[in-house]
Every structure is written in C-alpha cells, then in structure tokens.
C-alpha cells in the first residue's frame, strides 16, 4: 500500500471553512459531524469509523446521518474530543487515552500496561461497572463515551536498531501514548505521542529512534518498514486497545430512543467488527512487511519485559493513591475487574492455547 494514500488529507487545509459548518436538521432528521483522529480511508480504524457513521445513518434511515470527518479536515486529530466539548462537533472517533490530560482515568478505557484484554476490557465495562465509571469521568465535559472498535493486542513498535537489553531503552526516543508511554519512560525512554499521520516523518527525520502505532495492518499502510526494519511481537504494554466514539451528552439525550439505542447498539457491533477485521489482516500484513520488505520480526528481551511489569505494577500503585477521586475510584474498579476476568483467560483461555500449540499440528 502506498502511505501517502493515507496521510495526504491528514493536514489542517479543511479546518477554516468546515469548522464553521452547522448540523443540518429538516422535517426530524438530523446531521451530525463525527471528527476522527485517523486519516481518511485508514485500514481498520478510519474504514471502521467510516462504517460506524453508515450504518448509524442506514439505521436510522437517515434521521440521524452522520458525517465524517477525518484527521485534519475539521480540526486536528488530538483536537477531537475537544472539538465535541466545545459544540464544533457532535461525535468524535479516537481513543480515550489520547485524553489523559484531562483524566488520567481515561487510559484505562484504551489500555492498561499488563492489563485487560480487548474480552475482558468489555467484560469490565459491560458487565463490572467500567462504564458507569467512564461516566462519571466524561459527565464532568458534557459528553458520552462508547466502546467503538478495538485492536486486539498490538505490535511492540518499530526500532531503528535492534533492542539488546534494558540498557539500549535508555535516551530512545519513542512515539507511544497513554499509560504504556509512562511505562516506557520509567524505562529510560524518551515519550511522546503524535497521531499517525504524523509518525512516519518523525522517524525520517531522526526526530524518533522509534515508534508503535498498532500492528501490521495499520503499521504497513504507515510505511514505518521504509525507515525501521526491526519489529518487536507483542506489545506488553497495549494488550487489547479499544477505540471510542464520544458524543455531546446532552444532543445525545435529546434523541428520541430508538435513535439512542441505534448508537449505542452500533458502536457494540462495530467492536466486534473491527476487532475481527485486525484479527485477519494482521497475520497477512506481517507477511507482506516480512515477505516483500525485508522486516525482522523480534521479541523483547526478558529484562525489558520483567522492568515493564514492575513499572506498570508501580504506575498502578501511583493512581490507586491519586487524590483524585476518580482516577482512584477508576484504578480500583480495573484492578478488582482485571483479578476477576484474568482468571477465565489464564486458566481457560490460555490453557486451551498452550495445549493446541504443542499437540495440534495440521
């Protein structure tokens, strides 16, 4: 695939006239604007925005259409969610860790370094009270959250030089967000987060010796194996990222139900959706980057991995004593749902995995 494809219409060229936009509403039907932090026609992500507004405007049909907007063409893409708190938006499609700023307990709603699989993220939040949570958090910005898509666990990153050690973490310079980010930087490493459009320039230029995004499927369209060859499986820090679609509460709540169930229940499916969509181009796209262009294809070394856990372990401790309510109320509803839901997938789950490597070969 060509990057370009991708990341062209990633600039802010569409912001001046577009922002000024006003939904349209005529005879009850309703257009509202999705701004998304993926560029336009992005594999997995962008299409599964792109999707999510389809269907939401076949659903309904047509009483709410959604327009979408993607990374640049409204506002800029970690502008997103601000643009929905601020009115210039109805939605946003992005993820809630990119919003940590604003709450630290936002990162749990993506991913948890050693934490929640992307089946037990939706466990804790449908069923163990993760999204009463989530808004109490969001009711404080006027807006809803919804689980809206999620990766499965990712790739570790894109090095420019081959890991050897916890020593050669030290000074990297390293593209990563969230609580993960922090992970990294009690590591050694220097963190920064950028969307993806922007990545692939800062690892050009030298501005990055690293960088992760996704995996495979996103990370080929990207173009990161033109400038880095090594890539680390899996990421210990990103083990079943979600994405969200976030609307203003109370245009949210003005909706007749049907409407309001249209969007949750389709932000529900489009999970699903897009979580099986990774599930079978990932494997192709790691064959192509391997195959075709000559990536390595590397595990971390056991010292990074053993420090991760301990800095993860440690980052948790931090915000289980936050003096903030929520982000304490947040940690501590994860970690009781992680200590229930981990013992289905490490017991079951994973024993059912190791026995079908070992003993069923076709």
Known sequence: MDRRSFIKKAGLAGVGAAALATPA???????????????????????????????ITAASGGRLTIQVYAAGELVPPLQSLDAVIDGSAEMSHGAAYYWQNK???????????????????????????????????????????FLSGDTGTQAGGWFRNELTGLDSVKGLRFRTPGLGGRVWEKLGATVTNMAAGEIFQALQSGTLDAAEFVGPYNDLALGFYQVAKNYYFPSFVEPGLATELVVNKSKYQELPSD????????????????????????????????????????QFPDDIIEAGANAAMEILAELR?????????????????????????????????????????I
């Open 25 to 55: 509403i005529a005879q009850g039907n309703q257009t509202w604007r999705m701004v998304t932090t993926w560029p336009k026609n992005f594999p997995g992500l962008g299409v599964g925005a792109q999707r999510l507004a389809d269907r």
């Open 321 to 361: 004593d936050s003096s903030d309510a929520l982000t304490k109320k947040t940690t501590e509803s994860f970690i009781e749902a992680l200590n229930i839901v981990r013992t289905r997938t490490e017991g079951t789950d994973g024993a059912f995995v190791a026995a079908r490597e070992k003993y069923f070969k």
């Open 259 to 298: 409407l309001q169930a249209i969007v949750k229940d389709v932000c529900q499916a489009e999970y699903d959706q897009v979580a099986s969509d990774f599930y079978a181009n990932d494997p192709r796209a790691l064959k192509t980057l391997v195959d075709d262009h000559g990536v390595i294809v590397r």
């Open 103 to 145: 709450s630290a307990g936002l990162s749990f709603f993506t991913g948890v370094p050693f934490g929640m699989t992307s089946r037990e993220l939706t466990a804790w939040v449908r069923y163990l009270g993760g999204q009463e949570i989530w808004d109490e958090i969001y009711d404080q910005f006027g807006v809803q959250g």
